[in-house]
């Protein structure tokens, strides 16, 4: 199998489908620290997630029209069962 970086356009589609691109970002992610303070707009941090993949919250899991970001055992299995 092989993987690729999800280009901007994913991920903003992505986050549109989650609720928006806050949803996608990994706060805790030692890059995020790094570039918070320069970034401010939407676009921007999409652009980012889609070079430094670090920054996206994993796993994703897109099914129909839902997209789960990150694992929450509850959330999961209220959605997917």
């Given at each position: 199998m092989?993987?690729?970086p999800l280009a901007p356009?994913?991920?903003a589609r992505l986050a549109a489908k989650a609720g928006g691109m806050e949803a996608l970002l990994s706060r805790k992610s030692p890059k995020y620290k790094e570039y918070a303070?320069?970034?401010t707009a939407p676009g921007d941090w999409l652009a980012l997630m889609a070079e430094e993949p670090?920054?996206?919250?994993r796993p994703?899991?897109?099914?129909?029209t839902d997209?789960?970001?990150g694992f929450d055992p509850d959330e999961w299995?209220?959605?997917l069962l």
């Open positions: 092989v993987l690729h356009e994913e991920l303070g320069r970034v670090r920054l996206i919250r994703i899991l897109e099914r129909d997209v789960l970001i299995q209220r959605r």
